[in-house]
């Protein structure tokens, strides 16, 4: 079987990495995402740096440039991290730290595209070394094992419902003046 050269995409990988130096909001969003599985091989410097970020998140420290090359001095890892100079590169690399989650999309969906990848090669190097007794358990146990990755795939991530709810309250508020009308209905005493 021919070598297969992985998916991956190391400038979301970057993208999402400078976005957690620089935004609490963009940690939560990624630690909650990703895991250190989600970057790729390519640039390895980039799962050193999220394993730093999330074992400071396990610990319920600050995320930032100075509590991550820290991390990455206590465990010795700071120049296979690239130094310093490579946590400023990846933070000079975000334009909007708020864009993380369409990042964060981007490294899951290229994770779950190697893992099926990955899959498919095993699948393949089973029957060429037969290790297939039946086709039918063989066939099932393949599909299951593939649909479990895909099912892992991002499509769509959580909102909040006070976020979702006061867009909600701005679209009748906008559509109510648009129209020159007054909202109709029983007034439930809520003040959002």
Do not use: W
């Not at 079987?1 to 620089?22: F, Q």
């Not at 599985?37 to 930032?64: C, G, T």
Request: aromatic share 4%; glycine share 6%; charged share 25%.
């Amino acid at each position: 079987m021919p070598k297969v050269s992985l998916p991956s995409n190391v400038e979301a990988e970057r993208s999402v990495l400078g976005a957690m130096l620089l935004s609490a909001n963009a940690c939560n969003i990624a630690i909650a995402s990703l895991t250190e599985d989600s970057f790729s091989d390519v640039d390895p410097r980039n799962k050193i740096i999220f394993h730093a970020m999330e074992n400071l998140s396990q610990h319920e420290q600050i995320i930032d440039p100075q509590t991550v090359t820290n991390e990455l001095i206590n465990t010795s890892l700071l120049s296979a991290a690239g130094d310093s100079s490579y946590l400023l590169e990846l933070m000079n690399s975000v334009i909007n730290p708020e864009n993380v989650e369409h990042y964060v999309g981007i490294v899951k969906d290229q994770q779950v595209l190697r893992e099926f990848l990955l899959e498919l090669q095993d699948i393949q190097k089973d029957y060429a070394e037969g290790k297939i007794s039946d086709i039918g358990d063989f066939l099932a146990n393949s599909q299951q094992t593939l649909t479990a990755i895909t099912n892992r795939r991002s499509v769509g991530g959580f909102r909040k419902g006070g976020e979702i709810a006061k867009e909600v309250k701005l679209k009748i508020i906008a559509e109510a003046k648009r129209s020159n009308r007054s909202l109709t209905g029983v007034d439930t005493g809520f003040r959002g």
